[in-house]
């Protein structure tokens, strides 16, 4: 029975192969098509199959084989979760200028290392550095792959075989395995680990300083809190311990907020600003957290320390590409510009009223003729401001089993993300791009009909 089934030779003449060729390719169809034979013969082989597929099935399976092979595993979602920068959905959406910017850079060829004055060759590292300059007043800066990199790098320019005094309070893990004393120990490092898990005094830094640490480091508690019996100096004080010891001080802020969170109902997260002011020698913030950018690792400081870091080996497998810098330039033109409210996506989300998601929460309502508007609470996440919420108002929806739903939801095209409660889905404009609102009133208006 197996010998007549179609030969390649005999599907390639037909005109869906020519249609699949024309989409796919020829050598992925033709591996397709192979394929397809192949599984037919096997199923026969093992008695699974009575009669030989027509060669119209086979068609329809080298097609859905296809279209598994090339379908992208990366496409967007709708955050209706109210986490404005979930990690696991690719933290900030970034702004319509940032997205030219990187759509422009990406399309052709550009001035990257190149210096259009001279004729000769550049340097990638001038590009997003006057904007920092101008927006933090840092002597000099550099933009490289993530923030983890940054402090992966500044150690290892800074610390190698030295001693770098830290809070035992922030010896902290970040997220998806980065902790702070691993990486310390990854750049050849010291670690001197000052004070008690919940009290560190000015007297702990001095007498680190006195045993010859070579720098100091500030970790930001960016995802918990230490509440109750704490003690921590204020950090202008310990910089000022350790500038009079010639020792510098580096700041690893994480989210780095260049705002400050408490305009918009959240606690007061650490800004670069004040970090500058109390007199930070290096400083490393995120792009994609509190900044609102694309992923990068942003490191402003002294000259000189700068130069160090420059020149470290490890910056050249840390820089950052062209579409990177391109992005964070256009990302931070928005603050020079005091338009962050306005155009940066994560920014606006903040700083949305509760009357204002109280409308769009009954909109939804309306539109989808069920479900109860109810008062809740949206969160920061990306590990910046732990604990911290902001109150919203939410679609609360009634459904027969909440996993099932949810389930379902995520099955949908666009996949729809959101929250349960009590058996009840959850759904926060606060994280609904504006554009995809449509997209998500069709899906659950077909979710709901079922
Ligand atoms: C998030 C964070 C990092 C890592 O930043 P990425 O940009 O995710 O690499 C480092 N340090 C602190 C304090 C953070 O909060």
């Known amino acids: 029975m197996l010998r007549n089934l179609p030969s390649v030779e005999q599907l390639l ?30 199923r026969f082989k093992l008695n699974l199959e009575a009669e030989l597929p027509s060669i119209d099935l086979i068609l329809t399976q080298t ?21 404005i920068l979930h990690t696991n959905l690719g933290r900030a959406p970034m702004s319509a200028a940032t997205i030219r910017a990187m759509d422009v850079v990406s399309r052709g060829y550009s001035n990257l290392e ?51 005094a830290i809070a035992r309070s922030q010896l902290v893990e970040i997220g998806g395995g980065f902790r702070v004393p691993d990486v310390m120990k990854q750049s050849g490092a010291k670690l001197v680990e ?27 508690r960016s ?26 001080v580096v700041d690893d802020l994480g989210s780095g907020a260049l705002y400050d969170t408490a305009k918009y109902g959240f606690t ?28 990068a690792g942003i490191i402003i400081g002294k000259k000189a320390l700068l130069d ?34 306005r155009e940066i996506p994560i920014v606006r989300m903040m700083s949305l009223t509760p009357e204002q998601l109280k409308g769009r929460a009954e909109a939804w309502q309306a539109e989808l003729g069920q479900g109860t508007v109810a008062k809740g609470e949206s969160t920061v996440g990306g590990g910046s401001l732990p604990d ?21 939801l995520r099955k949908n095209n666009p996949p729809i993300i959101a929250r349960t409660e009590n058996n009840k889905i959850l759904l926060d404009p606060r994280t609904v791009l504006p554009e995809q609102e449509g997209a998500l009133l069709v899906g659950l208006k077909n979710l709901l009909k079922t």
């Open 13 to 42: 003449k037909t005109e869906t192969t020519a249609r699949l060729i024309a989409q796919f390719g020829r050598p992925l169809t033709l591996d397709a098509l192979r394929n397809t034979l192949d599984e037919i013969r096997a």
């Open 63 to 83: 097609e859905s084989t296809l279209s598994a092979w090339t379908a992208s595993t990366l496409f967007p979602v709708i955050n209706a979760t109210g986490v």
């Open 114 to 164: 190149f210096d259009l004055e001279t004729g000769k060759r550049g340097s990638r590292l001038i590009h997003a550095e006057k904007l920092l300059q101008k927006l933090t007043g840092a002597e000099a800066a550099l933009v490289v792959n993530n923030c983890a990199s940054a402090v992966l790098l500044t150690l290892s320019a800074l610390a190698n075989k030295k001693r770098v």
């Open 194 to 220: 000052i004070g008690t898990t919940n009290k560190v005094r000015l007297s702990d830094y001095e007498t680190a300083l006195e045993e010859s640490a070579a720098l100091v480091m500030r970790a930001h």
């Open 223 to 248: 995802n918990f809190k230490i509440v109750g019996f704490t003690e921590e100096p204020e950090f202008k004080d310990i910089v000022e311990s350790a500038h009079k010891a010639g020792v510098p």
């Open 268 to 295: 007061h997260e650490p800004t670069v600003q004040e970090s500058m002011h109390a007199g930070a020698d290096v400083i490393l913030f995120s792009g994609d957290k509190l900044v609102g950018g694309p992923q």
């Open 308 to 341: 160090k870091i420059k020149k470290h080996p490890l910056a050249r497998a840390v820089r950052a590409d062209k579409a990177c810098l391109a992005g964070v330039s256009a990302t931070l033109t928005h603050y020079l510009k005091d338009e962050a409210e």
């Open 388 to 408: 911290e919420s902001t109150p919203t108002f939410l679609l609360e929806l009634q459904v027969k089993s909440a996993e099932k739903f949810l389930r379902a």
